[in-house]
């Protein structure tokens, strides 16, 4: 397993405001090369508090590849369905430039009600945009000359600039929550998969039919994992819990909230059952996130032994992308955590 950092504003202008989280966010990039964190990630999303600071994810990363030399940069994910694919395409293949072939595209479909209200887009259309605008960038960044009549967007003889660094393209992930068809479809598709546990899923199981679809596909080479967690690492076990369970508890508080379009009524036949996806949310506690594997809290002896048996839970997980400075975490805290984690955690796997 290798370890990166993920960061997922969850704050409001008047707990950090946007100019503090961005410089304590990139101040820990920069522990990155030090103690081998392999990759760096964040979100895009828009109006609320949970998510809010990241509209565009290619911008934090761009000032992150120039804090760290060695980790990956990481979408995590970018949002076709509010994006132009010409010009997606052309900020990816910038970032792939400035990062020096260090980008990594993961690619989401979107699920708030107030995102697609104030983009004036219908949730139903959502699966539609998001396979067809991942479609027109994956061919914009391998092909030269393309052209695409879409439903949504369409184009004639384009190259876009810059080509990429990476050749033929970057890496590209699928987020995925909790339903087997998406997991599903990137094994069909030869994508590595994102995924987060803990969020009334079975996660286990999903990344077994992400698996298994890349067999039935005949992909070459491994399928590629990443799953999201909170960590909180301490030389106290009790400090730890005592530090991380009310955050871990307002970062869901906050969710609930963000998502509070799916206890309106039915939601959309694009995201059949997300209301009651939001009904766990809504009950997930601490405790239940720990059960879960999928908050790593106590001392660096208590957070290996946790990640061996998450590991093994997974049947094996390539990357895992922990959130290190969630909701309004003082800057102290969060650097404190990181030194400890990649001074006591991170080298107990470099050896195997």
């Not at 960061?7 to 101040?27: G, I, M, N, Q």
């Not at 979107?110 to 605008?133: C, K, N, P, Q, T």
Request: hydrophobic content about 40%; proline content about 7%.
């Amino acid at each position: 397993m290798k370890f990166g950092m993920q960061f997922f504003p969850d704050v409001r202008p008047s707990e950090k405001p946007a100019e503090r989280y961005f410089a304590e966010s990139l101040d820990l990039v920069g522990l990155c090369d030090r103690y081998g964190y392999s990759h760096v990630r964040i979100v895009e999303h828009y109006f609320h508090h949970w998510g809010g600071y990241s509209p565009n994810p290619i911008v934090f990363l761009t000032a992150a590849s120039q804090r760290s030399r060695t980790a990956r940069m990481v979408t995590g994910a970018v949002l076709p369905v509010f994006n132009n694919p010409l010009k997606l395409a052309g900020e990816i293949g910038m970032l792939d430039a400035i990062s020096g072939g260090r980008l990594d595209v993961g690619f989401a479909r979107a699920f708030l009600h107030h995102e697609y209200e104030r983009f004036g887009i219908d949730m139903e259309e959502s699966v539609a945009r998001f396979e067809e605008g991942l479609d027109q960038v994956r061919r914009l960044l391998e092909e030269e000359n393309v052209t695409a009549r879409g439903r949504f967007h369409g184009f004639e003889n384009v190259t876009s600039l810059p080509r990429p660094t990476q050749k033929p393209r970057p890496p590209i992930y699928i987020a995925a929550v909790g339903t087997p068809a998406s997991f599903e479809r990137a094994g069909e598709l030869g994508h590595a998969v994102m995924a987060i546990p803990g969020v009334g899923s079975t996660p286990s199981e999903l990344v077994g039919v992400y698996r298994e679809a890349w067999d039935r596909a005949g992909h070459p080479g491994k399928p590629t994992v990443m799953l999201a967690v909170f960590m909180y690492c301490s030389e106290d076990r009790e400090e730890a819990v005592s530090i991380a369970k009310p955050l871990i508890e307002r970062h869901f508080e906050s969710i609930v909230d963000a998502t509070a379009g799916y206890a309106e009524g039915p939601p959309p036949t694009t995201y059949a059952n997300y209301d009651r996806m939001r009904a766990r949310m809504a009950a997930e506690t601490f405790e239940s996130q720990v059960d879960h594997m999928a908050a790593f809290v106590g001392t660096p002896d208590d957070i290996v032994e946790q990640l061996h048996a998450f590991d093994r839970a997974m049947g094996g997980c390539d990357h895992v992308s922990m959130q290190v400075n969630f909701n309004d975490m003082p800057y102290e805290l969060a650097e404190r955590s990181v030194r400890l984690f990649g001074e006591r955690v991170i080298p107990r796997f470099a050896r195997g």
